[in-house]
C-alpha cells in the first residue's frame, strides 16, 4: 500500500467533493443483467450513499475471437451503440436520467487501447491499428512489438492523428447524446499521455466539470495538465479500493483474498486522501469470483455488509475531512508500521481519526496525544487521553469523528 499524504490539488469537478464511486457490471447485476433492472437498485444505492456510478462498457461485443459464450465486455464492436442484451438505446439515456433524478452521477468505462475484431475500423481503416511483423493488423502490443495476450482485440496505434481525433469524436458523442458526467479510461497507461491531454482538453472544451478517470500505473498522469486547466493545476488521485472487476474474476474476492481482514481494509481504502471505490457486490458481500467471459448472476439477497459501507458512505458525505482532492483534509500518521496504522485526516474543524491494527495479533500503542469524539460503529463516545494504552485486537479497527463546535 502506498501513501499519498500530500494534498491534491487535481481541479475535482465540485459536484465530486465528497463523493464514492460505485462499479456496476450490469450483465452480472441482476437475473436479467439489463439497464432496466438495475434500474430497480438505485434508490438502495443512493440511500446507500453512493454518489458516482462507474458503469462497465456498455457497448456490442465482438463475437469474432471472442472468449467465452459472451465474450468480454472490453472486445468494443461499435463505440456508438449499447449491446442489445443490456437494453436499447432509449433504456440507456432513462438510465441515466434515473440516476440524475436521485442526485447521482455516472461515468462510463471506455475501452480506448483495443477494438473487437468485428469493429468496422477493422476493414475500413486498417491503418488505426497495429500491425505485426507481417503487415497484419495485430492484438496488442508491448512497447517491444510483443504480444499481451489479448487475442479477442485488436490494438489500436496513436501515431495515427486520424484514429485520434476519431476516439475523441466517439467520446464526445456520450457527453452530447447520452449525458454521461465522464470517464473510466481503460488501460489508459497504454495510450500515449499526449493523447489523453489532446482529449481532455477537447473533452473539457465540451463540459468543463467532466470527471476523467484512468486506468494507469504511470505516475504523469496525475502530473500532466491539459491546456484547458488552471496553471496551478497539479497532482491527481489515487483510487482506493478492496475489489474491482478485475479483482474480483482473476484474483479473487475481497474475502477470498482478504479473509478476515477485509472489513479493515475496506475501512483503510474508505479513509485514505484518494477516491475510494466499491465494486456491484461487495455489500451483499460478493464470496467468490464472477465469471469474466459467461452470465453469472451475482444474487443479490441479504446486503449483509450495507449498513457497514452507509455509515462509510455518509460519513464521508458528511465530514470534509473525509473529502476527495484539495478540499478534503490532510493525512497526518499519528502511528504506521507493518501492522499497525492510526491516522488522522482534517480540514478545519471537521476532524477524523483512524485506527486500524492490520494483523493477527493483539497490538499495544500508547498514545501520543488524546482522541475524542464518537465511534462511527458503535456510536460511543470516545475519550482517550494522551499516555494511555491502546489495545486492538486483531483486525480491529475504530474510526472517530471529531468535529469542534465554535461558539461566539
Excluded at 481525433?165 to 452530447?176: G, L, S
Excluded at 458526467?181 to 482538453?201: C, I, S, Y
Excluded at 470534509?320 to 488522522?344: C, H, K, R, T, V
Excluded at 460503529?377 to 494504552?389: K, M, N, P, R
Aim: one cysteine or more; charged letters at 25%.
Amino acid at each position: 500500500m502506498t501513501f499519498h499524504t500530500g494534498k491534491a490539488a487535481l481541479p475535482l469537478p465540485s459536484w465530486a467533493a465528497s463523493l464514492t464511486l460505485y462499479e456496476v457490471n450490469i450483465r452480472q447485476y441482476t437475473t436479467e443483467g439489463t439497464f432496466e433492472a438495475f434500474a430497480r437498485h438505485l434508490p438502495r444505492l443512493r440511500d446507500m450513499g453512493v454518489g458516482i456510478l462507474w458503469l462497465m462498457p456498455v457497448f456490442p461485443i465482438s463475437k469474432t475471437r471472442r472468449k467465452g459464450s459472451l465474450g468480454s465486455y472490453y472486445s468494443v464492436s461499435d463505440y456508438r451503440a449499447v449491446h442489445p442484451d443490456l437494453g436499447s438505446m432509449e433504456d440507456f439515456k432513462q438510465l441515466i436520467e434515473s440516476i440524475h433524478d436521485l442526485g447521482m452521477y455516472v461515468i462510463l468505462d471506455w475501452v480506448p487501447n483495443h477494438t473487437g475484431w468485428d469493429h468496422p475500423w477493422v476493414s475500413a481503416n486498417p491503418e488505426f491499428y497495429q500491425k505485426d511483423n507481417n503487415g497484419h493488423t495485430s492484438e496488442p502490443l508491448d512497447a517491444h512489438g510483443k504480444p499481451l495476450g489479448w487475442e479477442d482485440v485488436a490494438g489500436l496505434d496513436y501515431s495515427n492523428s486520424e484514429l485520434r481525433k476519431t476516439m475523441i469524436e466517439e467520446m464526445a458523442f456520450w457527453v452530447k447524446e447520452a449525458g454521461i458526467d465522464g470517464f473510466r479510461q481503460d488501460m489508459a497507461l497504454l495510450v500515449p499521455t499526449d493523447f489523453w491531454e489532446e482529449a481532455a482538453t477537447s473533452l473539457l472544451g465540451i463540459r468543463p466539470d467532466l470527471l476523467l478517470l484512468a486506468e494507469s500505473e504511470n505516475y504523469e498522469l496525475l502530473q500532466r495538465p491539459c491546456s484547458i486547466q488552471k496553471p496551478m493545476a497539479g497532482p491527481g488521485l489515487f483510487l482506493h479500493f478492496t475489489s474491482n472487476h478485475d479483482e474480483n474474476s482473476w484474483s479473487g474476492s475481497e474475502i477470498e483474498r482478504l479473509g478476515e481482514a477485509y472489513r479493515a481494509f475496506a475501512v483503510l481504502a474508505m479513509t485514505l486522501d484518494g477516491m475510494p471505490l466499491i465494486y456491484s457486490g461487495q455489500e451483499e458481500p460478493l464470496t467468490r469470483r464472477l465469471a469474466f467471459f459467461e452470465k453469472d448472476n451475482i444474487g443479490f439477497s441479504a446486503y449483509r455488509e450495507s449498513e457497514f459501507y452507509t455509515k462509510l458512505l455518509h460519513l464521508r458525505r458528511r465530514n470534509q475531512a473525509l473529502w476527495n482532492g484539495a478540499e478534503g483534509g490532510e493525512l497526518g500518521l499519528l502511528e504506521a508500521d507493518e501492522q499497525l496504522l492510526l491516522y488522522q485526516r482534517q480540514a478545519g474543524q471537521h476532524k477524523v481519526t483512524i485506527g486500524i491494527n492490520l494483523s493477527r495479533r493483539f497490538k499495544k500503542y500508547i498514545l501520543k496525544q488524546e482522541i475524542t469524539g464518537r465511534e462511527l460503529f458503535t456510536q460511543s463516545q470516545v475519550l482517550l487521553a494522551e499516555g494511555q494504552t491502546l489495545l486492538l485486537s486483531p483486525w480491529q479497527y475504530f474510526v472517530v469523528e471529531h468535529v469542534e463546535i465554535q461558539t461566539e
